[in-house]
């Protein structure tokens, strides 16, 4: 086998209907469990509690999602445990599940004009705004500081100063330049899209999921696994459309995939699953998390590192923090502002697989294509320094 990328899809998909969506259920769709056809969260009981406060309190101030008003009664993966406010509430990183139907399927474009030209009138209708936000520095017992900068917010039992103590131990593994696969990129949602260029607006008949790998996760992970390649680093980037034309059961699919990948090349030591997130207020606007970095707009990342509450077989899930902790410290050092605080939560994702299994969310619905493509970009680079270090 020839070193280097091995960009392939092991699944062709075929065509599937479209399924209509209400605003609720596509305020976020970046990410859902495996066991997502047996949960099901009824939209109007989840808007109504949104409107009276009773699922997330917050203030001007920034992020102040108050644990204690979680609804405890409804599947964790559901609520995103990493809100931001400001004088609207705002939901992201796609732990809103659909009601379930036994096989949904999602509107997904098969492709996108790139041309030069602009679109035509009837997709460039103002149908919401979208602005762009730099997430910054956290403040609250919920975030750990790193020391070598960057941090984690922390929603689990597990205490801010064992995650730190932890944080200090290093990943244990070695990258070697021998020829075989190190690294794995793969997508759970591979058809996850951006907007076409930089703007303002959004207009609602422009999918924000995509068949066309040029503007989809596969273009994001070409640039990670690029950057990899160029370094003398092993990587296989996986482009499988897990999430069509179902979205149902994606995480199910993504891990048998993983597995056949893993038994094939038991070299891979680090496994990334590249999303990107949704976030949306209440009232619509459509936040686009940007930086700019080295005179260009960068989407701003965040990284999920999951927690075993003792129901999720992943008995390992520490191992994989250190690797998120040391990535998260070597992109501060490189690229400040560019990643979000590391998400570490009751969340399984498929990271009992590796010891080096995590998952990033590379900017949201609202970015363009180009700052996503940077800033996976960025993340190879950031791989690459971390590892030659070690």
Known sequence: MAMGKLRFS??????????????????????????????????????ARL??????????????????????????????????????????????????GENEELEVSEEHDTGAEPYPESIESHDGVIEAMTYGFYRGDDYVNLDGGGQVRNVTSVSNDALLEESRKGYDFVIEKNGEPQVLIMHTHETESYEPYRRDFYDSSFTSRTTDDSMNMAAVGDEIAAQLENAGIG?????????????????????????EILEEYPSIKVVLDIHRDAIEREDGTRIA??????????????????????????????????????????????????????????????????????????????????????????????????????
């Open 235 to 259: 990587v296989i980037h996986d482009v499988t459309k897990h999430d069509y034309p179902s979205y149902n059961n994606s995480y199910d699919r993504s891990r048998i995939t993983v597995q």
């Open 10 to 47: 092991r699944k062709t998909a075929a065509v599937g209907a479209v399924m209509a969506l209400s605003p609720l259920m596509i305020m976020s769709l970046a990410s859902l469990a495996p066991s997502a056809d047996e949960c099901i969260i009824y939209a109007a009981e989840f808007s």
């Open 289 to 390: 998390p940007t930086i700019e970095i080295n005179g260009k707009n960068a989407a701003q990342i965040m990284i999920i590192s999951g927690c075993d509450d003792g129901t999720m077989d992943m008995p390992n899930y520490m191992e994989n923090f250190r690797f998120t902790a040391a990535l998260q410290q070597q992109l501060e050092k490189d690229y400040p502002g560019l990643a979000r605080p590391v998400l570490f939560d009751y969340r399984k994702y498929n990271q009992d697989l590796t010891t080096g299994s995590i998952l990033i969310e590379v900017g949201g619905h609202a970015n363009s294509i180009d700052e996503a493509l940077y800033s996976g970009e960025l993340i190879g680079k950031a791989l690459v320094n971390l590892f030659e270090d070690t």
């Open 51 to 100: 409107a009276a406060g009773e699922v997330f309190s917050g203030d001007a101030a920034g992020i102040v999602p108050d644990d204690e008003d979680l609804p405890l009664d409804k599947p964790e993966e559901v609520y995103n445990a990493y809100l931001s406010f400001d004088d609207s509430f705002m939901i992201s990183s796609g732990e809103l599940f659909i009601p379930s």
